[in-house]
T-cell receptor, first 111, second 107 residues
Framework: NAGVTQTPKFQVLKTGQSMTLQCAQD?????MYWYRQDPGMGLRLIYY???????DKGEVPNGYNVSRLNKREFSLRLESAAPSQTSVYFC??????????FGQGTRLTVV | QKEVEQNSGPLSVPEGAIASLNCTYS??????FFWYRQYSGKSPELIMF????GDKEDGRFTAQLNKASQYVSLLIRDSQPSDSATYLC???????FGAGTRLTVKP
């Protein structure tokens, strides 16, 4: 049972490049979340999807787009990466208001 | 803007002492809360949730919730070096997190 799987684990981008962070869960959860974590800032919610077919903005959505491809997969896209998007990105999933399970994170550096 | 605030620390306690971690929230409608622990370089993992006023105990951990004062706390008794981590408070309903408090337990 893999839980929540994120790919890639590490990525270096040049300013202006685009990329998609992938997240997949095998727990049949309805809700999925994308966070970024910067030193001293805790986890800040970028976007979330309460159910398949819906997405909503979180606290820091600017510069990102998301796609809830199906119930299992929720991707995060950076269209034109900026150094300010250097961070560790976490995907999480849950059903209802239960415990959320997190992926192992993606460490992204934009140079 | 709904806020969840924590003292980012670092908080340092000697082994065997009680560590006290605090969290305040601005949305009076928030009903229940999670405490997550995050080791350096790892993903967060749930250690407790609480939804009723008062105390909830689980082994060495006690979560406390005071809805009138809008704060949640986590007490760790008999702290161990293995408890050294960042502790994150989150609102259960909307999954908003505080900045986390970094705890170091010194042998």
């Amino acid at each position: 049972n893999a839980g929540v799987t994120q790919t890639p684990k590490f990525q270096v981008l040049k300013t202006g490049q685009s990329m998609t962070l992938q997240c997949a869960q095998d727990m049949n959860h309805n809700s999925m979340y994308w966070y970024r974590q910067d030193p001293g800032m805790g986890l800040r919610l970028i976007y979330y999807s309460a159910s398949e077919g819906t997405t909503d903005k979180g606290e820091v959505p600017n510069g990102y787009n998301v796609s809830r491809l199906n119930k299992r997969e929720f991707s995060l896209r950076l269209e034109s990466a900026a150094p300010s998007q250097t961070s560790v990105y976490f995907c999480a999933s849950r059903t209802g208001s239960t415990e959320a399970f997190f992926g192992q994170g993606t460490r992204l550096t934009v140079v | 803007q709904k806020e969840v605030e924590q003292n980012s620390g670092p908080l340092s306690v000697p082994e065997g002492a009680i560590a006290s971690l605090n969290c305040t929230y601005s949305d009076r409608g928030s009903q229940s809360f999670f405490w997550y622990r995050q080791y350096s370089g790892k993903s967060p993992e749930l250690i407790m949730f609480i939804y009723s006023n008062g105390d909830k105990e689980d082994g060495r951990f006690t979560a406390q919730l005071n809805k009138a004062s809008q704060y949640v706390s986590l007490l760790i008794r008999d702290s161990q070096p293995s408890d050294s981590a960042t502790y994150l408070c989150a609102v259960q309903d909307d999954m908003r997190f505080g900045a986390g408090t970094r705890l170091t337990v010194k042998p």
